[in-house]
């Protein structure tokens, strides 16, 4: 029972990763959380030696309490969130213009507790892109006419 729920929580962390990470960033991103998984069970190495049994125990549940609030408090629901999206706000953010960024990512049912419970998100309009385009040809417009 205990190698099927960690490897499960394995599992569903590696998917997690996949969906909520840019494309851009994914490996990168997915490396360092790959890395720190393994510092923590090194760290785990080291501390077990030195604690009996009983304290392994509590300290595991302690740890996966922990874990499991965190996963609770700041995981998002992807579902039906094209990787788009992620693409579309990290272009907007690499531009210095992320509040610009008002899809999917920010409608409230997208949203980690986290964000929801501290307002951290921008707005949400359903026809975000389209306004978008139409900034940025009035921007490229208004260039044309300045340089005239």
């Not at 599992?11 to 998984?37: D, Q």
């Not at 499991?68 to 213009?97: K, P, Y």
């Amino acid at each position: 029972m205990s190698s099927f729920v960690t490897n499960w929580a394995n599992v569903t962390t590696y998917v997690m990763a996949a969906e909520t990470y840019p494309t851009e960033l994914r490996a990168t991103c997915h490396g360092i959380s790959a890395f720190m998984g393994k510092t923590g069970a090194l760290l785990a190495t080291l501390v077990f030696s030195h604690l009996e049994s009983s304290e392994i125990f509590f300290v595991c549940s302690g740890v996966g309490a922990i874990g499991t609030l965190f996963t609770l408090f700041f995981s998002v629901d992807l579902t039906h969130v094209s990787l788009a999206e992620h693409d579309a706000q990290l272009e907007l953010l690499i531009e210095g213009r992320v509040e610009d960024y008002k899809g999917k990512l920010n409608a409230r049912k997208h949203l980690s507790l986290y964000e929801k419970l501290t307002g951290r998100h921008g707005e949400y309009e359903p026809d975000w892109a389209i306004s978008l385009v139409r900034k940025d040809m009035e921007r490229a417009l208004l260039g044309d006419i300045e340089k005239e």
